[in-house]
């Protein structure tokens, strides 16, 4: 009797051992192994995505750079070409404009080499080639002026050796120090740049002189 309680006693713990290890399957229990390693592959792609967020960053952050250059490059060269086409459209006529420049002078001299006192008494034919001769210098200049030519008038004016170039002085104590009191030969300019300066003569000995009220700040032209 006591032999078969026994035998049932053993029968119903193994039953029970067995239950129980289905019991832990059938919940899932993952191995002491994988938990211990899982931590450690969770930093592991966590440093990976990391890296590559930094990378991409970086090129990101590089091609921002390189286009930002490029514009800035693109804008000076927009500039530099406007500035080269207006300079190109305003100074084209500068070799153009040096020699007509003998074609005034020579008109002037025309004109002023007949004496006042001729003019006052001359024949009409005289005075009507007098003023056909003063009507063409006119015309010249004026289209001259069209294309950007325009002729300095200094007299008066402070010396400014941007326009003006001193052949003598003149003493004068009644103006100013370094003013032109005369003007030997016509200056020109064309835009902001001389074309040829003004041969003038300056006075000395007078009061010191005040700001200039001339051009300024004039190149040369090309």
Known sequence: ???DTNGRDEDLDTAAGAAAKDAGADTGAAPSGFAA???DEAAASAGGDAERIAALEAENA????RLLRLAADMENL????????KDARTY???GFAREMLAVADNLRRAIEAVPAEAKEHGEGGLNALLDGVEM??????ASMEKHGVKKLEPEGQRFDPNFHQAMFEVPNPNVPNNTVVQVVQAGYAIGDRVLRPAMVGVAKGGPKATAP???QGA???G
């Open 1 to 3: 009797m006591t032999s």
């Open 37 to 39: 390693n899982a931590p």
């Open 62 to 65: 590089d091609v921002k750079d």
């Open 78 to 85: 927009r500039r530099r070409t406007e500035r080269e086409i």
């Open 92 to 94: 084209a006529v500068t």
């Open 136 to 141: 063409t210098e006119r015309s010249l200049l």
């Open 213 to 215: 009220t001339g051009e």
């Open 219 to 221: 190149g040369e032209a």
